[in-house]
């Protein structure tokens, strides 16, 4: 591994970084201190910065050189609405959060990096570090876009990171394409008309109909959708009644659907509010349907994943770089940067766990587990990757 020896010698900094960030863990919005500690650091390395997009982001601008070109490098700050199991130093001290996606490892990585492109300035150009809030659920990359993160910050492309247990140390995966799915989630009120339950047929039966409506999207993936196309239609809750002598007025069925085709998604919500009106129709109740869009599929850019590629291959090897890793069904918001300016997303490995320090919890190490905890050991992988993109990208001509 080919990794940069000013950024291994960094390795303590970034770590007691990564396990600040880690002990005070902030939530959607509210990372402030997180994006106070990214700011001093900035500050300190003499990097000016910008505050303010989506509420607490962070912009670091590392300039140099005559070129106009600019290079996008985003990490996420959040963390989880989750009580962290662990007992070493550096767990939560914040009651029922906890940094159990690594966004703690991101920022420290991103940190690693602005700090070595600030003091060797091997590249002509813009490089924006860019410190997103509110990547679990709350669209902190959107709002930053909503605040002008594209117009105050021109660049040309963005690249983003995530770590991924399972995936061994050393070794990266990323794909051209869908990598990461929509997410969507729904409310479908059935209205039917309660009675006793001796007498059914003075009812309207909202269950019956939720039954029916249940079953009958099923057949939207089977029937409806293309067998080539991925898509996931989970109902998740189904909620009616509150008595065994008592027909309720209304049923509620709750869910999700992924999708990584944004046209695959026009079809399906569109075959379910049509199966829904429908179906009550045919018995005479009434449907109250409500379908919201989280997160669009993230759709890595052809030219500039080939680049990553180059990039993560010459720093790893080319057999340490999966370029065809199997998509997940999960989400990300970097989707939405995505859509604004071409770039390319990668998983970095977070190894099997065997990092775990005494104090660890019991579990495997998955994302979003009570026990995660991001792997040290990638600091200086992923903040050489950062720098290298950099460099690459605004090589001087
Ligand atoms: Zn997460
Ligand atoms: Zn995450």
Redesign the pocket.
């Known amino acids: 591994m080919k990794l940069i020896d000013p950024i291994i010698e960094f390795h303590h900094e970034l770590q007691s970084i990564r396990r600040e960030i880690h002990a005070n863990p902030e939530l959607c919005f509210e990372e402030r201190e997180t994006a106070d500690l990214v700011a001093k650091k900035l500050t300190e390395w003499g990097i000016p910065i910008l505050r303010g997009m989506g509420v607490t982001g962070v912009v670091g601008i590392i300039k140099n050189g005559t070129s106009d070109r600019a290079i996008g490098l985003r990490a ?1 700050m959040d963390a989880l609405p989750m009580q962290e199991i662990n007992t070493f130093a550096h767990a939560s001290r914040n009651d029922g959060k906890m940094h159990a ?3 703690d490892g ?1 920022t420290a990585m991103l940190l690693g990096a602005a700090h070595y492109l600030s003091q060797n300035k091997n590249f002509d150009g813009t490089v924006y570090v860019i410190f997103q809030p509110a ?2 659920g709350g669209g902190g990359a959107k709002r930053m876009m909503d605040d002008g993160l594209f117009t105050q910050c021109p660049m040309e492309a963005v690249f983003g990171m ?2 991924w247990p399972g995936i061994p140390v050393g070794e990266f995966g990323v794909t051209v394409g869908p990598m990461m799915a929509s997410s969507n989630e729904f409310e479908v009120i059935v209205k039917g008309k309660g009675s006793h339950a001796a007498q059914p047929h003075k009812s309207v039966d909202p269950i019956m109909v939720a039954v029916q409506i249940a079953q009958s999207w099923q057949t939207i993936i089977t029937r409806n959708n293309s067998p080539i196309d991925a898509a996931v239609l989970s109902i998740t809750q189904i909620h009616a009644g509150s008595a065994t002598n008592v027909i309720p007025d209304n049923a509620s069925l709750i869910g999700t659907v992924r999708t990584f085709d944004l046209k695959v998604l026009d079809l399906i919500e569109s075959r379910m509010r049509a199966i829904a009106e429908h179906t009550a129709e045919a018995f005479d109740a009434k449907v109250e349907f409500r379908f919201h869009r989280n997160y669009p599929p993230l759709i890595n850019h052809a030219k500039e994943t080939a680049f990553a590629v180059e990039v993560l291959q010459s720093i790893v090897g080319v057999e340490k770089v999966n370029a065809q890793v199997e998509p997940t069904m999960g989400a ?1 918001d970097f989707a939405y940067m995505l859509q604004g300016k071409p770039g390319c997303y990668v998983f970095i490995g977070n190894g099997e766990g065997d990092h775990r320090s005494a104090g660890h919890g019991l579990g495997p190490c998955n ?1 979003h587990n009570p026990s995660y905890d991001f792997n040290d050991d990638l600091l200086p992988i992923g903040a050489t990757y950062w720098v290298r993109l950099a460099e690459q990208f605004l090589k001087p001509q």
């Open positions: 996420d996606c690594g966004h991101h990547e679990e995530h770590n990300e994302l």
